[in-house]
């Protein structure tokens, strides 16, 4: 495992003083210069949580699901990632981690002033919804409310008067994720900023598929945990409660590695 460190500003250009000319301090580099190899990050007691479906697989497939499949990158000093997946007759659940180191090439940015920018890209594109505006579900499917996207809108439709609405037997009360407390939020207290997304989509056979997000920064270093469920019965609804919990107990996990 590779361990994060502090960066030495290796991978920062060099200023290009002039003789005789004043002299201009570069911007900090950031904290990490070094990520944790993936796949092996998650603890196989949260994994065994997050993947009920491995459990009654037979122990050399077990052994597959928890290894994880590592993503694709180019440098590993740069980006990593792993995803793992397991089904089971009830339901299927998915989960993908990603981190990204940022490095700025300005010798006027700071390595976390960069990464905070690319962190808020990511925010932004989520479109939270704006506190005290009545939550993502307040304006009907017709009339979405300015910034939301169509995966948000998704999370919507079960409302009165929705032209798209399904039959109330195909739609549980349950199935809006924007209860008090439950709604796509910003987080405290994990690692610098972070936020949570939930999105409630529908998969090619009508199932209803929820997606929890966590991104977080921690100096220079940017995590997202991705978890997601499908339950093999269209008429069920992932709880919101329970992915949302699952997946900031990893988040919290892995801004404590980053820490040690």
Known sequence: MVVAGCSSGADRPALDAKPGGPTTSAAPPGKYRTLREPCGSVPRSTLK?????????????????????????????????????????????????????????????????RAQAVYLEKETAAALPVPGAGGA?????????????????????????????????????????????????????LGDVAFLNDVLARSGSAARHRTVSVVFRTSNVIVTVRYSEQPARPAEVPDSRELQEKARQLARTLADQLNE
Do not use: M, N
């Open 137 to 189: 579900s307040s304006p009907p499917p017709s009339s979405p409310a300015p910034g939301t996207d169509a995966d948000t809108e998704t999370t919507t439709q079960s409302g009165p008067g929705s032209e798209t609405a399904a039959p109330p037997s195909e739609t549980p009360p349950s199935e809006t994720p924007s209860a008090e407390g439950l709604e796509p939020r910003l987080l405290d207290g």
């Open 49 to 113: 949580a997050l993947l009920p479906g491995a459990a009654a697989l037979p122990e050399d497939q077990q052994e597959k699901v928890y290894d994880g499949t590592a993503s694709v990158t180019y440098d590993t000093d740069r980006r990593v990632g792993c995803s793992w997946k397991a089904d089971s007759p009830d339901a299927s659940h998915q989960l993908v981690i990603d981190l990204e180191r940022v490095v700025s090439y300005d010798p006027g940015v700071s390595d976390d002033d």
